[in-house]
């Protein structure tokens, strides 16, 4: 007894998160889910179009948002996107950004998830 510092979660979306947080005595200090540019459809390009698919499991701003409110910190895995099936290090707008900024498409979806505060 009292030797678990920390308990966490992975998977959980912002529903499922809300219910652990209102049933559970200890509150998760972490949650992990997929969590890249790729999993985030309401991101668009300039002219309104939608730039990926269709949100993962645990992936959209719901989720970080209810992370947020209670103080857990959202961790993410496949950054990259290689869990999503969508390739994002050659997605044209990625790759776009990146040549105009002299960066690498993993620099320029890795910087997207640091200013989401994802770490």
């Given at each position: 007894a009292g030797r678990t510092r920390a308990i966490g979660v992975s998977n959980?979306?912002?529903t499922n998160l809300?219910?652990?947080v209102e049933d559970a005595t200890i509150k998760p200090a972490t949650n992990q889910v997929m969590f890249s540019i790729a999993?985030?459809?309401k991101t668009k390009n300039v002219d309104n179009v939608m730039m990926f698919g269709s949100p993962l499991y645990?992936?959209?701003h719901a989720t970080l948002e209810v992370c947020r409110k209670h103080g857990i910190t959202l961790y993410a895995y496949s950054p990259l996107?290689?869990?999503s099936k969508i390739n994002v290090?050659?997605?044209p707008?990625?790759?776009s950004i990146a040549r105009a900024r002299n960066y690498t498409p993993a620099q320029v979806a890795l910087r997207w998830a640091v200013?989401?505060?994802v770490p």
């Amino acid at each position: 007894a009292g030797r678990t510092r920390a308990i966490g979660v992975s998977n959980f979306n912002a529903t499922n998160l809300q219910t652990l947080v209102e049933d559970a005595t200890i509150k998760p200090a972490t949650n992990q889910v997929m969590f890249s540019i790729a999993g985030h459809p309401k991101t668009k390009n300039v002219d309104n179009v939608m730039m990926f698919g269709s949100p993962l499991y645990g992936s959209d701003h719901a989720t970080l948002e209810v992370c947020r409110k209670h103080g857990i910190t959202l961790y993410a895995y496949s950054p990259l996107g290689g869990s999503s099936k969508i390739n994002v290090l050659g997605h044209p707008i990625v790759t776009s950004i990146a040549r105009a900024r002299n960066y690498t498409p993993a620099q320029v979806a890795l910087r997207w998830a640091v200013q989401q505060g994802v770490p």
